[in-house]
């Protein structure tokens, strides 16, 4: 729920996509009314469907679902600066709208019916549901959305003025229909902004200070709400039995389990371990060499523990070494290629992944319509010839692709490559050490929150010290780490391991990931700090793009101007999810194709269970 610290995907509308659906509902003239939208197409389902394809209807409920979190808390409310709030708390509220798992960039009505917006896109309106209520059974009502929208924007975390900036009013129409007023015109993905907006309970929240941490259980509307807890060690969610949304179709065969239970584990090895002695029942394996060496334990040999590699549809998460480009020896692109070049992917793939990861070449990896291909044509050429002399040359040919070695660990074509760019920029080595002209050593200092990442950066460490840069790994410890990065104004870092996700709508999320006003404020997701009028130009590109294949053409031009800046050296990212769990459930067969959605979609078994206690 509280955009700046997890991975927020967003989505986005498309005017021609929910057109080609037959609204469900009447509307004025030149205004588009449904029961949901999707950017890639057509929706999938009509107003009137039973329930999402990929679920099982007839799911029994019952059992108790445990995960395990390195993330300890001192908070239930996710939306402030103050506090860490549980893993998992989002099941507790519900939104206007909700996704599906099968398509891309596509929402149905939850706590709204249907919603509607004019052809400029210069509102959204949404009529709440008659049967919405909280927890305490007092009605969900338009003063709700109102309420909650303005006391994000007053007390919530910073964060969310940035992300409702162009949020003018919201105004009660009537009828529980509330209007959300816009201060611009043909911004597609605003409305569908609005339809995530987390509801708060008004009458709950009057007399609470809204902007303190507190462990008093929020009021939520939700499948779930707060269990037994104890900070530090777990925290359960309790199904409510009544939950006013069990019945819609896009809740159908859904919260299938009475509890879910999330084990804190602040030591990774013993999470690990308290997974093999079964303490929890499902884990989503991060580590290659763990995948690769420990999952050879008795319970895996004597088929209690089931392993899956699942292939997912849609964008990857990518990771990156990220440039602090607010440092003056990173200015230069030259440089940055450079040290790009110093970076052995094949080697380090194979010697301490696995070859379990595959290199990307795009921030919009695996949304191909997104993603630059071959020479820039047509309108995303026009785009770019816009922005020529700003931009490199190598925009306007072949798309980029990361550099190759042939894995033995000498890198001595692309470092040669690297040290002759160095020097192109004005670097040389004298005694040993690679200088400027102003006579000062060219120094880089990895941060980083854990020493794990010594196997990645040491070889990277040693190739850079072989061109003469006075190169190291620095570890802190997870507070610190936060801290330098994310809270300290001064930007106090070289370079860092980050993560960069994107949707296959790209929209108002790309200012936050790349735009210059980002690049100075303390917590946003531009944590490199990049500043280039070009970007931010193709950012608005893609933002007012009248429809898809515009959209498509700004997002290819903007990954080509980002990846040929190399402001980022791509890292890695995992074709494929690597899990594991005791074989006490059953789940859908096929899986959601985006999503492996446990614990949402899966239910226990209690025949497996049986079995499994029997067998242990």
């Known amino acids: 729920m509280r955009i700046t610290r997890r991975d927020f995907s967003i989505l986005s509308l498309s005017a021609a996509a929910m057109a080609a659906t037959r609204p469900a509902f009447a509307a004025d003239e030149g205004v588009v009314r449904s029961h949901g939208a999707s950017l890639t197409g057509d929706l999938k389902y009509g107003p009137d469907f039973p329930h999402f394809d990929y679920v099982n209807p007839n799911a029994p409920k019952g059992g108790v679902a445990k995960q395990a979190t390195q993330s300890g808390f001192d908070s239930f409310n996710p939306f402030i600066v103050k506090g860490d709030p549980p893993a998992g708390i989002g099941i507790v509220f519900n939104t206007l709208m909700t996704t599906s798992l099968d398509q891309g960039s596509t929402e149905y009505g939850l706590l709204a019916e249907w919603f509607e917006h004019p052809d400029d896109y210069s509102w959204?309106?949404?009529?709440?549901?008659?049967?919405?209520?909280?927890?305490?059974?007092?009605?969900?009502?338009?003063?709700?959305v109102i309420f909650s929208l303005n006391i994000l924007l007053d007390k919530g975390h910073p964060q969310y003025k940035f992300y409702y900036e162009n949020v003018a009013e919201a105004v009660d129409l009537g009828d529980r229909v509330v209007?959300?007023?816009?201060?611009?015109?043909?911004?597609?993905?605003?409305?569908?902004?609005?339809?995530?907006?987390?509801?708060?309970?008004?009458?709950?929240?009057?007399?609470?200070?809204?902007?303190?941490?507190?462990?008093?259980?929020?009021?939520?509307?939700?499948?779930?709400?707060?269990?037994?807890?104890?900070?530090?060690?777990?925290?359960?969610?309790?199904?409510?039995?009544?939950?006013?949304?069990?019945?819609?179709?896009?809740?159908?065969?859904?919260?299938?389990?009475?509890?879910?239970?999330?084990?804190?584990?602040?030591?990774g090895e013993a999470a690990f371990e308290g997974f093999k002695s079964g303490e929890f029942d499902y884990r989503a394996e991060n580590s290659a060499s763990k995948w690769a060496h420990q999952y050879e334990f008795p319970a895996v040999k004597k088929g209690l523990v089931t392993k899956e590699e699942i292939v997912e549809d849609g964008p990857k998460r990518i990771q990156v070494f990220a440039f602090n480009l607010r440092r003056p020896q990173f200015q230069d692109r030259r440089v940055r290629e450079a040290i790009k070049l110093a970076f052995d992917f094949e080697r380090t793939n194979?010697?301490?992944?696995?070859?379990?990861?595959?290199?990307?070449?795009?921030?919009?990896?695996?949304?191909?319509?997104?993603?630059?291909?071959?020479?820039?044509?047509?309108?995303?050429?026009a785009m770019l010839e816009e922005l020529r002399g700003q931009v490199p040359d190598e925009v306007f040919g072949p798309h980029y692709e990361a550099p190759k070695t042939d894995g033995s660990g000498r890198n001595r074509r692309q470092l040669r490559a690297a040290g002759k760019l160095l020097a192109e920029a004005g670097w040389s080595i004298r005694n040993g050490a690679l200088v400027g002209t102003d006579d000062r050593a060219f120094t880089i200092e990895f941060l980083t929150a854990s020493d794990a990442q010594s196997k990645v950066l040491n070889p990277f460490i040693k190739n850079l010290k072989t061109l003469g840069i006075d190169a190291k790994m620095r570890v802190v410890d997870g507070p610190q780490y936060i801290r330098r990065v994310a809270q300290d104004p001064t930007f106090d870092w070289d370079m860092i391991i980050w993560?960069?996700?994107?949707?296959?709508?790209?929209?108002?999320?790309?200012?936050?990931?790349?735009?210059?006003?980002?690049?100075?404020?303390?917590?946003?997701?531009?944590?490199?700090?990049?500043?280039?009028?070009?970007?931010?130009?193709?950012?608005?590109?893609?933002?007012?793009?009248?429809?898809?294949?515009?959209?498509?053409?700004?997002?290819?031009?903007?990954?080509?101007?980002?990846?040929?800046?190399?402001?980022?050296?791509?890292?890695?990212?995992?074709?494929?999810?690597?899990?594991?769990?005791?074989?006490?459930?059953?789940?859908?067969?096929?899986?959601?194709?985006?999503?492996?959605?446990?614990?949402?979609?899966?239910?226990?078994?209690?025949e497996k269970a049986a079995a499994v206690e029997a067998a242990k």
Not at 586 to 595: K, M, T, V
């Open 179 to 267: 209007r959300f007023n816009f201060d611009v015109k043909n911004n597609r993905e605003l409305p569908h902004i609005m339809g995530q907006l987390a509801i708060l309970p008004k009458h709950w929240w009057e007399g609470r200070v809204f902007e303190e941490s507190s462990l008093e259980p929020p009021l939520g509307s939700g499948p779930y709400k707060i269990g037994a807890f104890e900070a530090g060690r777990y925290i359960e969610y309790d199904r409510v039995p009544d939950y006013w949304g069990a019945d819609l179709p896009v809740n159908i065969g859904k919260y299938n389990f009475d509890t879910i239970r999330y084990e804190i584990f602040l030591d």
């Open 350 to 381: 194979a010697t301490v992944y696995f070859d379990q990861y595959a290199r990307p070449r795009s921030f919009f990896q695996g949304t191909e319509s997104l993603m630059a291909t071959g020479a820039p044509t047509g309108a995303e050429l």
């Open 124 to 144: 959204a309106s949404f009529r709440l549901r008659d049967e919405a209520k909280w927890h305490d059974g007092v009605p969900i009502t338009v003063d709700d």
């Open 499 to 606: 993560g960069v996700s994107n949707s296959e709508s790209p929209g108002n999320e790309q200012r936050e990931f790349w735009g210059s006003e980002a690049a100075t404020r303390v917590g946003a997701r531009n944590v490199g700090g990049v500043q280039d009028p070009a970007v931010d130009a193709l950012i608005d590109k893609i933002i007012f793009a009248k429809d898809r294949a515009e959209l498509e053409a700004a997002s290819s031009a903007l990954d080509r101007v980002l990846t040929w800046n190399h402001y980022m050296i791509m890292q890695l990212y995992t074709p494929y999810e690597r899990i594991a769990y005791w074989d006490r459930f059953g789940h859908p067969d096929p899986l959601p194709p985006r999503n492996i959605g446990f614990p949402t979609y899966w239910w226990w078994d209690e």
